[in-house]
């Protein structure tokens, strides 16, 4: 990326320049990303900068950006090179110690709080491995007498959720705990929410290199099969769910009715099981049987 430098960057400049690179990197959208991470550097909104393609940028802002594509084209995801995450209505931090949160959970959202019932009734909900607190939060967002527990076995991961409570105006209704799933809580709730790890072990190294080599292993490692986490959470769920509470689970691809089979053996009733935007099974909804 030297051409800009020869005759003072500017913003189009820059945005060419990084788009080839990325591109060629095998990054896709390579020109989206490339406005994300200029847009950041600058301090600007990252659809305004092709508008202002012929505006001049600091050699050392250029540098900046420079220095991120770079990353970027070696396969750092976008959002831990900004440090920033958008979710549902949220504005998240992120860093390497969470997974960063995607569209396809917000499914899982929207499926809790439907079937929760009035929105203004909901008063305690629990997010099992809440990793940047997406989920939590987001619930909380919407439930606004709701109070809320985020626990993950991350000391690392609940220092990124507890500032994005603080930063969302949420920290006074909730606590983050430091656990094995539900094995240390008591207490019945409205709403149980989880997105655990459910990709197989053998199948990890095989994904995208932002995810295989980026994302923590411990929020993506499902076990042999990638049902391992399932086994653990769904036991639990009959004496964690109010009377008329709701448990929404993330769902990997092609799993619904492995999971469905577990839910039945506790005792729960599935009633519904939600797509993502993509068309693939993603929310899988039970209440007590």
Partial sequence: MTGARAGGATVGALLCEAGDRLRAAGVEEARIEARLLLGHVLGRKPLALPLEAHRPVTEADAERFRALVRRRAAREPTAYLIGRQGFWTLDLAVTPDVLIPRPDTETVVAAAVDHAGCRDAV???????????????????????????????????????????????????CAFVCGDWAAALAGRFDIVAANPPYIATGTIATLAPEVARAEPRVALDGGADGLACYRAIIPDLPRLLAPSGVAVLELGAGQAREVGALAESAGLRCVEIRQDLGGVPRAFAVVQG
Avoid: F, K, Q, Y
């Fill in 123 to 173: 008063r305690r909900v629990l997010d099992l491995g809440t990793g940047s607190g997406a989920i939590l939060l987001a619930l909380l967002s919407e439930c606004p007498n709701a109070w809320g527990v985020g626990l993950d076995r991350s000391e690392a991961a609940l220092a990124v959720a507890r500032g994005n409570a603080v930063a969302s105006g949420l920290a006074h209704r």
